[in-house]
């Protein structure tokens, strides 16, 4: 699975299938909030199996 964010789009993409995207616009996303995968620290929206490669990308 692969999440797509750009300036007006967001959208997944699962075996390289892309979804339905998304309209919207997004700013700076800049803050002092901790990265995390699979989850947040509240232990709500996580994610439920295994994930064998992680690739973050920007630009």
């Known amino acids: 699975m692969e999440c797509h964010l ?3 789009t967001v ?5 390289s299938v892309r979804g339905p ?3 919207r616009t997004v700013t700076s996303i800049a803050n002092t909030v901790d ?3 699979g989850g947040k620290p509240n232990n709500s929206h996580y ?3 295994l994930a064998d490669e992680i ?3 920007i630009g």
């Open 47 to 49: 994610f439920r199996g």
């Open 21 to 23: 995207a998304l309209k």
């Open 6 to 8: 750009t300036t007006d």
């Open 11 to 15: 959208y997944a993409s699962v075996d």
């Open 35 to 37: 990265l995390t995968i």
């Open 55 to 57: 690739t973050i990308q």
